[in-house]
C-alpha cells in the first residue's frame, strides 16, 4: 500500500493532458499457430510485448521484451490497469492505490494474468493467475473482456455465462488480492449480449453495449445470423451505485455489432461515442453519439460511412456475393480534451480523424491509410510492401499528440476477413490541429504474432476516468 499519491493520478482530464509524455508501451498480442493447431513441437503462448516509446533511446521504436503467456490459445485481447485516476474520486476515494499491475484476460480461455510492471517496467512479470474454473465459479461469467479501473473495484466485462451461452454481464475483481468478487449485476433488466462498457462516473450512470454471445463470435462471423439481425445492436444504461438496469437505446436491427463506448472525459458532459461494425442494409459502418436532454437519453447516429465497391476475386469468400469491402469500424477513440474522435476503419484500411467539438455535427478532418483487405496500402517505412490487416486498436496519448495503431481483431476474424493470414505490426502517428501524419521510421513488427491492444505507460485516452473538471 502506497502512502503517497500516484503521480500518474490526475483529478481531471484537463491536468492529465499536461503529463510528460509516455516512454513504454505494452501490447498483447496473440499467437494465431497455437489457436489453429498448426503449431509444431510445443504449442507457445500469446505475448506480452514492451515497446520503447523514449525518441532519446537506442531501442526506440522497437520490441525490448517479451513474456510469454505459460499456457497457449488463451487469445489476449483487451487489457487495462489495476488502478488509474479514478481513485481520486471522492465519493470513492483509494488515493493509496498505485497503477503497477495490468489485469490482462485470455478470451477464449477465461483466463486472467495479473502481471506486475514494476519494479522493472522493462521486464514484467506474472505474479497471479485467476484459472477459467475459478472464475466462472466465483462470477457465473466466462470469455473476460474489457477491463476498467473503477472506484470501488476492478471491473471487467465478459461475453458469455459460466455456460458458455449467455447472458454476458460485467464483475469485479478485487483491487489488493484480485480475487472475482461477483457479478455485478442485481438487476439486469433487458440486457443479454455484452461486451463493452465505460461511465458517467460523476452521474452514476453505467453504459453497456453488445457483440454477441460466444458461440456467435468464436468460429467467425455468422453471415446467416447478422443479415437476419441478431448481433448486439443496443446500448443499456444502469445506476452504477445500485447496479440495476435502467434503459436500453435500441439502433435497431439494420446496425450490427455495436461495439466500443467512449463517454466524454469532462464529467459535467452527458453524452459519448459508440461505434457499430456494419450495416446489414448496405454494409456501412457508423457512430452514434448518446447524449440525455430534456426527453431524458437518447441516441442518434451522426457519422456514417459507406462501404467500397470492390471486385469479387479481391474479397474473401464471406464478402464476395456483395462486391463491396466494408470499412468494419473496429475501435474508437476520444482524446482527452473530448475534440478528437478516432475511427478505425479496419476494412477499408483508414483511420479517420473527426473534429467533435460539436458532438452532434462531427467533422472529418484527417483520414490515414495502411493496410485494408483489398488495397493493402502500405506503411511510409516501406512505400513497395502491401500491408496485410488493417487500422483496428487505437490509443491515443494523454496529451493527444501521438497516436498508436495495431491490426489484429481477434483471431477468427482475421481468417475470415484476411484469409492470406496478418502479419502484426504497430505504428504510430502525430496529430495536431493543423497536421496527421505517420512517423516515418516507426513501424514495430511482431513476426509470427498478431498486436491487438495497446496500453501505455502511466495511462492513456482510453483508460482513466476523472471526477473533477
Known sequence: MKWTIDPTFYPSARIAMESPPEKLAYVVALNPLALSGQENGRARGDVLAVIDLDPESKTYGQVVNRLEMPHPGDELHHFGWNACSSSLCPQSPHPHLERRYLVVPGLRSSRIYIIDTKPDPFSPKIVKIIEPEVLKKRTGYSRPHTVHCGPEGIYVSALGSDQGEGPGGIFLLDHFSFDPLGMWEIDRGSQYYAYDFWWHINQD?????????????????????????????????????????????????????????????????????????????????????????????????????????????????????????????????????????????????????????????????????????????????????????????????????????????????????????????????????????????????????????????????????????
Open 205 to 469: 450512470i453505467l453504459l453497456s453495449s453488445e457483440w454477441g454471445t460466444p458461440p456467435m463470435v468464436e468460429n467467425g462471423v455468422v453471415g446467416s445470423l447478422l443479415m437476419e439481425g441478431k448481433y448486439g445492436h443496443r446500448l443499456h444504461l444502469w445506476d452504477l451505485k445500485k447496479r440495476r438496469h435502467l434503459q436500453e437505446l435500441d439502433l435497431g436491427e439494420d446496425y450490427q455489432m455495436a461495439l466500443e463506448v467512449r463517454p466524454a472525459h469532462d464529467p459535467r458532459k452527458s453524452y459519448g461515442f459508440l461505434g457499430v461494425v456494419v450495416s446489414r442494409k448496405d454494409l456501412s459502418s457508423s457512430v452514434w453519439l448518446w447524449f440525455k436532454d430534456k426527453q431524458g437519453w437518447q441516441i442518434k447516429k451522426v457519422i456514417e460511412i459507406p462501404a467500397l465497391d470492390a471486385s469479387k476475386e479481391l474479397l474473401p469468400p464471406l464478402l464476395q456475393p456483395f462486391g463491396k469491402v466494408p470499412p468494419l469500424v473496429t475501435d474508437i477513440d476520444l482524446s482527452l480534451d473530448d475534440r478528437y474522435l478516432y475511427v478505425s476503419c479496419w476494412g477499408t484500411g483508414e483511420l479517420r480523424k473527426y473534429l467533435v467539438d460539436d458532438p452532434g455535427n462531427p467533422k472529418l478532418v484527417g483520414c490515414l491509410k495502411i493496410g485494408g483487405i483489398v488495397s493493402g496500402f502500405p506503411h511510409p517505412k516501406n512505400p513497395r510492401k502491401a500491408l496485410s490487416g488493417g487500422p483496428q486498436m487505437v490509443e491515443v496519448s494523454r496529451d493527444g499528440k501521438r497516436i498508436y495503431l495495431t491490426n489484429s481483431l481477434y483471431w477468427a476474424w482475421d481468417e475470415q476477413f484476411y484469409p492470406g493470414g496478418i502479419e502484426g505490426w504497430m505504428v504510430k502517428i502525430h496529430s495536431t490541429p493543423t497536421s496527421f501524419e505517420f512517423e516515418k521510421d516507426f513501424f514495430v513488427e511482431f513476426p509470427g504474432l498478431r498486436a491487438h491492444q495497446v496500453r501505455l505507460q502511466g495511462g492513456d485516452s482510453s483508460t482513466d476516468s476523472f471526477c473533477f473538471p
